[in-house]
């Protein structure tokens, strides 16, 4: 079947504009997960739902970051007022449930802000 | 809360050589720990994994190993190949996945 998939693949946007990034995860999948990676690092956790739960907004660094996801389908995280230090890939995963299970990772978002 | 410290942060081998990548964690409350790999511009995909009633785990030139009572667990790599070349996390779950900051290996051949 079908992995995660995400859109844009690429979004280049200046300085002061708001992005908005989508997650579809695998059907059936009840948690989903969104991770930022800048180049040559590590995987910053942002935020993860589970179900009809709410969701863990720890990892958002500010207000300018946001997400929603209707049931167990689509997300969306919205960068507002874009800074260039948001320059990075956006990863989406998304899992069985929030246990001991594999996450499988979109293709991610290349976002650069000039 | 919880925090995965990952070593070393680079790693160069000679193809054919082991490698061994370690992990310590301070949430004492994990059961679930997995090794993510992340080839260049890829997205990172599950190698291997291991729950907490198990101390080793081996899948062909690939195990891992986990002490609860030191909190660490490693990542072993034997007979190294140049397709090993990528940037390996780890993770572990305690409420929610945890990953280390990632070890870059680079296997010479």
């Known amino acids: 079947g079908a992995g995660v998939s995400q859109s844009p693949s690429n979004k280049v946007t200046e300085k002061g504009k708001d992005v908005e990034l989508r997650c579809d995860p695998i059907?059936?999948?009840?948690?989903l997960y969104w991770y930022r990676q800048r180049l040559g690092q590590g995987l910053e956790f942002l935020i993860y739902f589970q179900g009809n739960s709410a969701p863990d907004k720890s990892g958002l660094p500010s207000d300018r970051f946001s997400a929603e996801r209707t049931g167990e389908s689509v997300s969306t995280l919205t960068i507002q007022r874009t800074q260039q230090e948001d320059s990075a890939v956006y990863l989406c995963a998304s899992s069985l449930a929030t246990g001991d299970y594999e996450q499988y990772f979109g293709p991610g978002t290349r976002l650069t802000v000039t | 809360g919880e925090n995965v410290e990952q070593h070393p942060s680079t790693l160069s081998v000679q193809e054919g050589d082991s490698a061994v990548i370690k992990c310590t964690y301070s949430d004492s409350a994990s059961n679930y720990f997995p090794w993510y790999k992340q080839e260049l511009g890829k997205r990172p995909q599950l190698i291997i994994d291991i729950r907490s009633n198990v101390g080793e785990k081996k899948d062909q030139r690939i195990a891992v190993t986990l002490n609860k009572t030191a909190k660490h667990f490693s990542l072993h790599i034997t007979e190294t190949q140049p397709e090993d070349s990528a940037v390996y996390f780890c993770?572990?779950?305690?409420?929610?996945?945890?990953f280390g900051g990632g070890t870059r290996v680079l296997v010479k051949p």
């Open positions: 059907s059936g999948h009840t948690a």
């Open positions: 993770a572990n779950k305690g409420n929610k996945l945890t």
